[in-house]
Nanobody
Framework: QVQVVESGGGSVQAGGSLRLSCARA??????MAWARQVPGREREWVAI???????RYADSVKGRFTISTDSDKKNLYLEMSSLKPEDTAVYYC????????????????????WGQGTQVTVSS
């Protein structure tokens, strides 16, 4: 049974926009996140929304990306604008039972990633 489905990826030119969506079934989560991965590199978190609704972003996307959920947290979104070629990656939706994930470069470790991801390709 598929628990998490990411969608909305695609190919755009630099400066363009995309909106990613993540739909989750029965899995419970307090905090949610978007992370991305390119071949040969570790998965890195991009944006986190904690159980209290607070958000934070990786420096590389700050001011360009916006994370949000609907009221029951069944769906997670990532609005991406002013896209750059370096944003090219597979984007994953992460779920965590932690109410407020500790800040730091290793925040990804607090999340579980259940979906197949969605590919974002930005051309120059």
């Amino acid at each position: 049974q598929v628990q998490v489905v990411e969608s909305g990826g695609g190919s755009v030119q630099a400066g363009g926009s995309l909106r990613l969506s993540c739909a989750r079934a029965s899995l419970q989560a307090n905090s949610m996140a978007w992370a991305r991965q390119v071949p040969g590199r570790e998965r890195e978190w991009v944006a986190i929304i904690d159980g209290d609704g607070s958000t934070r972003y990786a420096d590389s996307v700050k001011g360009r990306f916006t994370i949000s959920t609907d009221s029951d947290k069944k769906n997670l979104y990532l609005e991406m604008s002013s896209l750059k070629p370096e944003d090219t990656a597979v984007y994953y939706c992460g779920l965590s039972a932690v109410w407020k994930v500790p800040e730091g470069p290793d925040s990804t470790q607090f999340f579980s990633f259940w979906g197949q991801g969605t590919q974002v390709t930005v051309s120059s």
